[in-house]
């Protein structure tokens, strides 16, 4: 696929997995994005097994720190309002938030997340892909991406409706593990912008 900063397809291998995709590096702007992307159905197949009753811990305790920061964080720079979780998994950085003066939305496409972060904390939340949810234009506060938006088979397309359902001056919180994630996972504060 092209580059979907400059739309040019001169490209470098950066990292090869032992499937078929693999992480290259434009040329011309240095992005480095998954290629070949992973179609929708495939992303909604990983997410239904990838959360599990087997594994909610992995949503929980192992993430729960840095959701309250990030929570914190988001808190600081926007008071309150609507605010929309996209890829929220079990809902944990909801937690955070309960009892405050945001309501709370999610959009995930695990069922037993949904199931999860719903009954967990009141939210709202649509199990499927944003753009399938049909949420008004300029409807939320605040919309945080943490750790998902590396999913998006067509980032450019979510990150045009993450800007039609956020309003004028909403924030948008975004978490992007690096290449060494690994090491620094859950170590920092999501941006705003």
Same mark, same amino acid.
């Given at each position: 696929?092209?580059?979907?900063?400059?739309?040019?397809?001169?490209?470098?291998?950066?990292?090869?997995?032992?499937?078929?995709?693999?992480?290259?590096?434009?040329?011309?702007?240095?992005?480095?994005?998954?290629?070949? +992307?992973?179609?929708?159905?495939?992303? =909604?197949? !990983?997410?239904?097994?990838? *959360?599990? /009753?087997?594994?909610?811990?992995?949503?929980?305790?192992?993430?729960?720190?840095?959701?309250?920061?990030?929570?914190?964080?988001?808190?600081?720079?926007?008071?309150?309002?609507?605010?929309?979780?996209?890829?929220?998994?079990?809902?944990?950085?909801?937690?955070?938030?309960?009892?405050?003066?945001?309501?709370?939305?999610?959009?995930?496409?695990?069922?037993?997340?949904?199931?999860?972060?719903?009954?967990?904390?009141?939210?709202?939340?649509?199990?499927?892909?944003? +753009?399938?949810?049909?949420?008004?234009? =300029?409807? !939320?506060?605040?919309?945080? *991406?943490? /750790?998902?938006?590396?999913?998006?088979?067509?980032?450019?397309?979510?990150?045009?409706?993450?800007?039609?359902?956020?309003?004028?001056?909403?924030?948008?919180?975004?978490?992007?593990?690096?290449?060494?994630?690994?090491?620094?996972?859950?170590?920092?504060?999501?941006?705003?912008?």
């Amino acid at each position: 696929m092209k580059c979907p900063i400059c739309g040019k397809d001169e490209t470098e291998e950066f990292v090869r997995d032992a499937g078929p995709a693999r992480i290259v590096r434009c040329r011309q702007d240095g992005l480095l994005y998954l290629n070949p +992307r992973p179609q929708a159905t495939q992303v =909604r197949q !990983f997410h239904t097994q990838f *959360v599990r /009753g087997d594994n909610l811990d992995l949503f929980t305790l192992y993430r729960r720190e840095v959701l309250r920061r990030e929570a914190a964080a988001i808190s600081a720079m926007k008071t309150g309002g609507k605010l929309l979780d996209i890829g929220c998994a079990t809902g944990t950085l909801f937690e955070n938030l309960v009892g405050t003066n945001w309501r709370l939305y999610g959009v995930e496409t695990s069922p037993l997340g949904v199931e999860l972060a719903s009954s967990r904390y009141g939210a709202e939340v649509f199990c499927g892909a944003l +753009r399938e949810a049909h949420y008004l234009t =300029r409807f !939320f506060d605040a919309i945080s *991406v943490l /750790g998902a938006l590396y999913y998006f088979p067509d980032p450019r397309a979510e990150l045009a409706e993450i800007r039609r359902v956020l309003k004028d001056d909403g924030l948008l919180a975004v978490e992007i593990p690096g290449f060494t994630y690994t090491l620094l996972r859950d170590r920092g504060l999501c941006v705003g912008f």
